[in-house]
């Protein structure tokens, strides 16, 4: 990430507390994320976090007992990780460390790590996720496990809300190739990327495997819906109900918001297919005309 990223989330750790993380659809999305870190992570673990903002995801895993080294590219977001972090007892189970998610290659010495998480769209904002996938591989265990929510490439609620606006050029934005340019000051942007979930794996491949995916936010609206959330609270509880039925779903959950994937660190074994696992029917490497069958 350049310079004027690292400006957009100085920035933007201002507000991200009471814009997302404190908001009802902000709580929801992110409690349907903590449901899979409970079931992946334990106590006595030690994970990496990349992108980690206000360390909201990192002192809920150390509430559990797993040790988290987080990291931000925004050194206003990890002041605020801080300030938060002084008024718990979980000091020693989180590391804070101002580091861009490119930069994890120095990190080398302090590995190897049980696993790796990225919440919220951090890897979005990256150019380069092969790099990226390649140097975490040099930093967890074989076996490890990597949970990644990413910003899906359709949503067709978002498409529609914003075509319903007269905004059309929104209303597509997650299909540029080029990627979506967000300012948030004269010197501060960012630019965001919407792969596919095939796009994700093949990035990722050979050294992690996607496991297993859902959505995060099928029926549960996006946060520019959270003044109708605060207005009808029942309506939105039961939508937030059904998110994770519907998020699990072939087909619906490509429409999510969020894509939460589950990735595993495989052993190095030049002869192994870059995609084998015969539990889900996936025994070769997607391309794009024959995409991983675990992507449908």
């Known amino acids: 990430m350049t310079r004027p990223t690292q400006a957009y989330f100085d920035k933007a750790a201002e507000t991200y507390d009471e814009t997302f993380t404190n908001t009802v659809i902000g709580r929801a999305e992110r409690d349907a994320v903590w449901e899979e870190l409970g079931r992946v992570f334990h106590s006595g673990q030690r994970i990496l976090e990349l992108n980690c903002g206000t360390a909201v995801d990192a002192m809920h895993l150390a509430e559990s007992g797993v040790r988290v080294l987080a990291c931000d590219i925004a050194p206003r977001m990890i002041d605020i990780a801080r300030q938060r972090l002084s008024s718990t007892q979980l000091g020693h189970l989180i590391d804070l460390r101002v580091l861009a998610t490119e930069d994890i290659a120095v990190l080398s010495d302090e590995g190897p790590f049980d696993g790796a998480f990225s919440n919220f769209a951090g890897l979005n904002c990256v150019e380069d996720l092969s790099a990226v996938a390649r140097n975490l591989a040099r930093l967890v265990k074989a076996g490890a496990q990597v949970l990644l929510c990413v910003s899906n490439h359709f949503v067709p609620l978002e498409i529609a809300w914003h075509l319903a606006h007269g905004r059309p050029r929104r209303a597509m ?62 309506a939105f509880e039961l939508l937030a109900k059904a998110d994770p039925w519907a998020g699990r779903l072939p087909g619906l959950r490509r429409m999510a918001g969020h894509a939460l994937l589950q990735f595993e660190r495989v052993r190095d074994d030049p002869g192994r297919p870059r995609f084998a696992s015969p539990a889900m029917g996936v025994t070769e490497e997607p391309s794009p005309s024959r995409p991983c069958r675990l992507c449908d």
């Open 173 to 234: 934005r997650r299909f540029k190739h080029s990627g979506t340019v967000g300012h948030i000051t004269d010197d501060g942007k960012v630019v965001v990327h919407y792969p596919t979930v095939e796009r994700f794996a093949r990035l990722f491949a050979p050294d992690f495997e996607l496991r297993r995916w859902r959505g995060i936010g099928v029926t549960m609206p996006p946060a520019y819906f959270e003044p109708w959330a605060r207005r009808f609270p029942k």
